[in-house]
């Protein structure tokens, strides 16, 4: 190969690679649940990058079947889930997985999963490719919430 064949495949690897997807998973956590009962995935995906990203997949080695779901309103006003094919991330932007929106739902698990456990999950998007994050099985830490003074006591003072 010649130098200048060398320089323009490596402008355009570093082409690709400045226009690519950044994508992030943060804060997932996992419903507690039975080996018997399906459980649920939640955290946010955020895609720092210049172009939009989509999840086409998860799997994870703890459940024998994983998929992504929508909760959605009927007709009749009723809540219900629904397997959707993919997610699409848009570029620098964030998809929120959360209870009664967008989720994983895994099926089939191989033990129960208790709080404090962890699962793994993999997430396969059509730009980053698999992704890798670790589920904390509870909820989510809430911010810590500021007590209020307490309040005093009347009292008197004589001196």
């Not at 911010?143 to 003074?149: D, E, L, M, V």
Request: net charge positive.
């Amino acid at each position: 190969m010649r130098w200048w064949q060398v320089l323009v495949v490596g402008i355009a690897v570093l082409g690709l690679w400045a226009q690519g997807t950044m994508v992030t998973l943060r804060d997932f956590w996992v419903r507690p649940a039975g080996k018997a009962i399906p459980s649920a995935a939640y955290g946010v995906v955020h895609n720092g990058g210049a172009q939009p990203d989509t999840l086409l997949e998860a799997t994870s080695p703890q459940a024998a079947r994983v998929e992504l779901h929508e909760t959605v309103r009927d007709t009749a006003g009723r809540m219900q889930m629904r397997k959707v094919e993919r997610v699409v991330v848009p570029a620098r932007d964030s998809v929120v997985l959360r209870p009664g929106g967008l989720h994983i739902m895994l099926y089939e698990l191989q033990q129960a999963l208790r709080p404090g456990d962890t699962l793994q999950l993999r997430l396969r998007f059509a730009r980053a490719g698999w992704q890798e994050v670790r589920c904390v099985v509870g909820r989510p830490l809430q911010p810590r919430q500021r007590k209020a003074p307490a309040r005093e006591e009347p009292h008197e003072h004589r001196h």
